[in-house]
């Protein structure tokens, strides 16, 4: 990873895991209502959920950088660290096609629980609404052009684009 790929990883991390969740803080002191029970229920199952979301979101990133050869911080044409040059399809790649906003959905979800205001819910579903926009228009068809085999084959396997399928007996 050179130096402009990790001012990359730093930049988003912060975006991700500093500003929106003090944007989510804000709201949720400023507008305190409780969507569930008070106590440390509430604090633990956040906790879990974040813990779960952040740990896909490391092991999602690391198999695009070692296997992959790339990163995660591409947008379009907007290309912050090198696109990859191998599909991917293994690790949390075999569970969900978009584990890392899988991640980043639950972080944010453990967040709202943490704090426990409604109006936090927001954020999570705003953000699983730009990551499907962003996996149908941007990600997918790049992945088509530059694998069409491999993409095809993964997408018969793995045809869950966010969440996790329960595997049959």
């Not at 990873?1 to 990359?8: Q, S, Y």
């Not at 290309?79 to 991640?103: A, F, I």
């Not at 953000?127 to 926009?133: E, H, K, N």
Request: charged share 15%; glycine share 8%.
């Amino acid at each position: 990873m050179n130096f402009k790929d990790l001012l990359a990883y730093i930049f988003g991390s912060a975006v991700l895991f500093l500003a929106v969740p003090s944007v989510m803080i804000y709201l949720g002191v400023n507008y305190p209502y409780d969507f569930m029970p008070i106590g440390l229920t509430s604090s633990i199952f956040g906790a879990i959920c974040s813990a779960v979301g952040l740990f896909f979101v490391i092991w999602s990133n690391y198999e695009l950088i070692k296997k992959g050869h790339g990163g995660a911080v591409i947008l379009g044409n907007v290309k912050l660290t090198k696109q990859t040059d191998r599909l991917v399809t293994e690790g949390p790649y075999s569970l969900c096609r978009n584990p890392m906003h899988m991640g980043i959905v639950l972080f944010y979800l453990g967040l709202c629980c943490a704090i426990n205001s409604l109006i936090t819910l927001v954020i999570p579903c705003l953000f699983l609404i730009f990551a499907q926009i962003v996996a149908v228009y941007i990600d997918e068809p790049r992945l088509k052009r530059d694998f069409p085999e491999e993409y095809s084959q993964w997408v018969q396997k793995v045809p869950q684009r966010f969440w996790p399928k329960p595997k049959k007996g």
